[in-house]
């Protein structure tokens, strides 16, 4: 059974920065694909970045300006680990953090991903 469990939220002051971790378990994830994702107070959940298991091709949510640029996702096979580095905050980037896990290609779909972790929340202060 898949577990992904994120963990590195918190509170930071705008400008900061913060490294989300999600670690997987439960199975073997050489063609998987895995997914960060938010979800701001009172808005639908949104992708942010996403990253494949083998060879590490990324793909970012470039038509949010707000992250271009600002964050960067990472995996570490060895550890069954996926990272997501978050510099120069600012506080609209406030919100439940998910990882999420599909067995399949890149994507951004909310609905295209099997596998979702609790979520970390991330609060960003002015």
């Known amino acids: 059974q898949v577990q992904l469990v994120e963990s590195g939220g918190g509170l930071v002051q705008a400008g900061g920065s913060l490294r989300l971790s999600c670690a997987a378990s439960?199975?073997?994830?050489?063609?998987?694909?895995m997914g960060w994702f938010r979800q701001p107070p009172g808005k639908e959940r949104e992708f942010v970045a996403s990253?494949?298991?083998?060879?590490?091709?990324?793909?970012?949510?470039d038509y949010l300006e707000s992250v271009k640029g600002r964050f960067t996702i990472s995996r570490d096979n060895a550890k069954n680990m996926v990272y997501l580095q978050m510099n120069s905050l600012k506080p609209e980037d406030t919100a439940v953090y998910y990882c999420?896990?599909?067995?399949?290609?890149?994507?951004?779909?909310?609905?295209?991903?099997?596998?979702w972790g609790q979520g970390t929340q991330v609060t960003v202060s002015s």
């Open positions: 999420a896990a599909r067995p399949s290609s890149i994507s951004s779909r909310t609905s295209g991903y099997e596998y």
């Open positions: 439960g199975r073997t994830f050489s063609s998987y694909t």
């Open positions: 990253i494949k298991w083998t060879g590490g091709r990324t793909y970012y949510a």
